[in-house]
Each structure stands twice: as structure tokens, then as C-alpha cells.
């Protein structure tokens, strides 16, 4: 397949140069990788990806296609966000041929038709390594207009991605508001298959009168310290007696709200295979995982506890406090792609909310 030759460029003068099989644009935002054997539909959609650019560790990208736009509960069934969310994609080989009986698409025709630039051809070994000597940086893929970088964790990314409306899954006697910081269409897919209603609210929504029975924080993108408004909701919750969960960036928004803090990781992490801890016993569990931020574990203030931890590097994977039902989770039970090995935290979560409604 003839493509043009198209350049990315790392914020420390590294060139790499490949084939471009997406849209025909630059485009500029934070380099991540992720080592995922497969979910590309799931992690191109995934709204924590919101102003990257992602590298698929993966040698072989595009064989089984993408999936139908079904739709299931007012949700697309095969995707985590209603379009891509990614800044470009870098992979080492694409498969033009696909095979998959649910493939409606190419890999290709979606990027183009979503007007996301792509490259293939790039050493992504080589690539990796780069990032994991140097940490996170920068970076911009330049199809034949040079552009500035950009650092899209100076914006609030949430707002971004966010919805807009007040919207109603489901007709459970159970009542669980999730904040949309980014959240996950699969999050909503747990929640529902546990018999729940579950009620979507904007980022910034003031959830200080609204009723319900349970707080759900979803995960999201970017520096949690953006997300002011949400914080401030959050440390009105706190004084409630209600059940709060926090998933991915809920967990650090729950950290910022219980008076912790939360600070960039070199990496981030970002892979199906993140190992963590279950805090005092030798558990461990095998996750999903999408984020750049953590909760300090030094800044837990005394009516916190540290629930789960990295087995690599020790950052914070959970938080719990000590006496009230609430709980967070830096990594995702619901997975998609990826294991699905914490997905009884949800069901946890509903026996804590039936317990203290009743």
C-alpha cells in the first residue's frame, strides 16, 4: 500500500519517520504507549486519551478490523466514548486485510473519516524504550506542516470530554450518580448489568441536592487538579453518610477532596498487565490501567487509609477511608479492554449501597 511519508518528532529532537495510514493532518500532543495484545477500538475511544498521541506496543495492528455501531442501552455496544479520542496513532505494522466477524471497517477508514492522523513503520521498540529512559514527553506528527507542541495537561481535558446533559440508564429501585470526568461506556455497562439506575452528570454538575443512593466518580483524562468544581462537589459528599466510588481519576479526585494530593508520574501507566497489591496482605491482582496522575501516599490525611499499591512502584492504586463507605480504585474493574480480575468492586459497591439505604 503507497502511502506518504509523514515524520514524528519528539520534544527532545528524536525523529522517527513511517507511512501514514490515517487522516492527512498534524497534529501535536503527549506521547503514551500502551501494551494491549488487543483492544484498539476500545482504547482509541477511551476519553483518558484525550490529547495523546498513542503508540501501540503491539506488532501487528488492524487484522480484526473495527466493530458495528450497534447501540445497547443508549450506548455504543462495542466502543468506550461515542467517537476517538486520541490526538494520532503510532504502530510498528498495519494489517490492511481484516478478518472479524463483527468488522463493519477498516482501522484506516475509521481514522480517516474521524480525522485522526496515523503512522505505521515506526520502531516502536526502539520508541518505547525512548520513553521509558526519558519518562512522558511530548510530541507531534507532522504530515507536511510543522506545528508548535503541546502540553494538553495545561487544559482541563475533562471539560472536553465530558457530557453535557443530565442523562438516565436503566430502572433498578437502586439509584447511582456518576460524575462524567471521562467516564468509561463500560463503567455504565457494569453498573447496569447489576439491576441499577444509573444517572450521567456532567463534570461540574452541583450533585448537592440531587437524591440518590450511591456517588460514582469515573475515570478521565489529564491533571485532576483541573477539575475544581468537582473536587468542591466532592467535599460536600464527604460529609454525607452516602457510599462514593471512585475509579482512575475518581480515585484521585476522591485523594484531592479528602485533603491528599496527587502529582505526575514519570510513565504513567498504562497497560492490561499493571500488578497491584492489596494493601497488608500478599494479593495481588492483575489490571487495566490508563493514567498519568497519582494520589501521593504520604499526603493521605489520618482518616485515609492506602488500599492498594503498584507492585512495581509502590504509587497508590486505592484509597479507603477509615470509618465512612468510601473507596476509590486508580485502576479499572471494568477493564475493556483488558482483565477483568476487580470486577466484584462493583458488586461490593452495590451491597455498601443496599446496606446503608436500608
Same mark, same amino acid.
Given at each position: 500500500?503507497?502511502?506518504?511519508?509523514?515524520?514524528?518528532?519528539?520534544?527532545?529532537?528524536?525523529?522517527?519517520?513511517?507511512?501514514?495510514?490515517?487522516?492527512?493532518?498534524?497534529?501535536?500532543?503527549?506521547?503514551?504507549?500502551?501494551?494491549?495484545?488487543?483492544?484498539?477500538?476500545?482504547?482509541?475511544?477511551?476519553?483518558?486519551?484525550?490529547?495523546?498521541?498513542?503508540?501501540?506496543?503491539?506488532?501487528?495492528?488492524?487484522?480484526?478490523?473495527?466493530?458495528?455501531?450497534?447501540?445497547?442501552?443508549?450506548?455504543?455496544?462495542?466502543?468506550?466514548?461515542?467517537?476517538?479520542?486520541?490526538?494520532?496513532?503510532?504502530?510498528?505494522?498495519?494489517?490492511?486485510?481484516?478478518?472479524?466477524?463483527?468488522?463493519?471497517?477498516?482501522?484506516?477508514?475509521?481514522?480517516?473519516?474521524?480525522?485522526?492522523?496515523?503512522?505505521?513503520?515506526?520502531?516502536?521498540?526502539?520508541?518505547?524504550?525512548?520513553?521509558?529512559?526519558?519518562?512522558?514527553?511530548?510530541?507531534?506528527?507532522?504530515?507536511?506542516?510543522?506545528?508548535?507542541?503541546?502540553?494538553?495537561?495545561?487544559?482541563?481535558?475533562?471539560?472536553?470530554?465530558?457530557?453535557?446533559? &443530565?442523562?438516565? $440508564? +436503566?430502572?433498578? %429501585?437502586?439509584?447511582?450518580?456518576?460524575?462524567?470526568? @471521562?467516564? /468509561?461506556?463500560?463503567? #455504565?455497562?457494569?453498573?447496569?448489568?447489576?439491576?441499577?439506575?444509573?444517572?450521567?452528570?456532567?463534570?461540574?454538575?452541583?450533585?448537592?441536592?440531587?437524591?440518590?443512593?450511591?456517588?460514582?466518580?469515573?475515570?478521565?483524562?489529564?491533571?485532576?487538579?483541573?477539575?475544581?468544581?468537582?473536587?468542591?462537589?466532592?467535599?460536600?459528599?464527604?460529609?454525607?453518610?452516602?457510599?462514593?466510588?471512585?475509579?482512575?481519576?475518581?480515585?484521585?479526585?476522591?485523594?484531592?477532596?479528602?485533603?491528599?494530593?496527587?502529582? &505526575?508520574?514519570? $510513565? +504513567?501507566?498504562? %497497560?492490561?498487565?499493571?500488578?497491584?497489591?492489596?494493601? @497488608?496482605? /500478599?494479593?495481588?491482582? #492483575?489490571?487495566?490501567?490508563?493514567?498519568?496522575?497519582?494520589?501521593?501516599?504520604?499526603?493521605?490525611?489520618?482518616?485515609?487509609?492506602?488500599?492498594?499499591?503498584?507492585?512495581?512502584?509502590?504509587?497508590?492504586?486505592?484509597?479507603?477511608?477509615?470509618?465512612?463507605?468510601?473507596?476509590?480504585?486508580?485502576?479499572?474493574?471494568?477493564?475493556?479492554?483488558?482483565?477483568?480480575?476487580?470486577?466484584?468492586?462493583?458488586?461490593?459497591?452495590?451491597?455498601?449501597?443496599?446496606?446503608?439505604?436500608?
Amino acid at each position: 500500500m503507497a502511502s506518504k511519508k509523514i515524520q514524528l518528532t519528539l520534544e527532545d529532537s528524536t525523529v522517527f519517520t513511517g507511512q501514514s495510514f490515517g487522516a492527512k493532518k498534524s497534529v501535536a500532543g503527549e506521547m503514551v504507549f500502551n501494551t494491549g495484545m488487543v483492544g484498539y477500538p476500545e482504547s482509541l475511544t477511551d476519553p483518558s486519551y484525550q490529547g495523546q498521541i498513542l503508540i501501540l506496543t503491539y506488532p501487528l495492528i488492524g487484522n480484526y478490523g473495527v466493530p458495528s455501531n450497534a447501540i445497547e442501552h443508549g450506548l455504543a455496544k462495542n466502543f468506550e466514548s461515542n467517537r476517538i479520542q486520541i490526538a494520532g496513532l503510532i504502530i510498528a505494522g498495519y494489517s490492511s486485510e481484516y478478518h472479524h466477524w463483527n468488522a463493519t471497517k477498516s482501522l484506516a477508514d475509521w481514522l480517516k473519516k474521524s480525522n485522526i492522523p496515523a503512522i505505521q513503520g515506526i520502531d516502536t521498540r526502539a520508541l518505547t524504550k525512548r520513553l521509558r529512559e526519558k519518562g512522558t514527553m511530548l510530541g507531534k506528527i507532522i504530515y507536511q506542516d510543522d506545528i508548535e507542541l503541546m502540553d494538553p495537561n495545561k487544559y482541563n481535558l475533562v471539560e472536553k470530554v465530558s457530557t453535557k446533559k &443530565k442523562t438516565i $440508564y +436503566g430502572k433498578g %429501585s437502586i439509584k447511582i450518580l456518576l460524575v462524567d470526568t @471521562g467516564a /468509561k461506556f463500560n463503567i #455504565i455497562r457494569c453498573l447496569l448489568k447489576r439491576n441499577v439506575k444509573v444517572v450521567r452528570v456532567p463534570w461540574d454538575y452541583d450533585f448537592s441536592r440531587e437524591k440518590y443512593d450511591g456517588l460514582l466518580i469515573g475515570n478521565g483524562p489529564g491533571d485532576p487538579k483541573m477539575c475544581k468544581k468537582t473536587i468542591a462537589n466532592l467535599k460536600g459528599a464527604l460529609i454525607k453518610n452516602k457510599p462514593i466510588f471512585g475509579i482512575c481519576l475518581g480515585n484521585q479526585l476522591l485523594g484531592l477532596a479528602g485533603g491528599g494530593d496527587t502529582y &505526575k508520574l514519570k $510513565y +504513567g501507566h498504562r %497497560s492490561q498487565n499493571q500488578p497491584c497489591l492489596l494493601v @497488608g496482605t /500478599k494479593r495481588c491482582f #492483575i489490571t487495566s490501567q490508563n493514567h498519568g496522575f497519582a494520589v501521593n501516599n504520604k499526603s493521605l490525611q489520618k482518616d485515609w487509609d492506602l488500599w492498594f499499591i503498584n507492585a512495581n512502584d509502590n504509587s497508590c492504586e486505592g484509597i479507603k477511608h477509615k470509618t465512612k463507605p468510601f473507596f476509590s480504585v486508580q485502576f479499572h474493574p471494568e477493564a475493556s479492554a483488558g482483565p477483568v480480575d476487580t470486577e466484584f468492586l462493583f458488586n461490593d459497591f452495590i451491597e455498601l449501597v443496599k446496606k446503608y439505604k436500608k
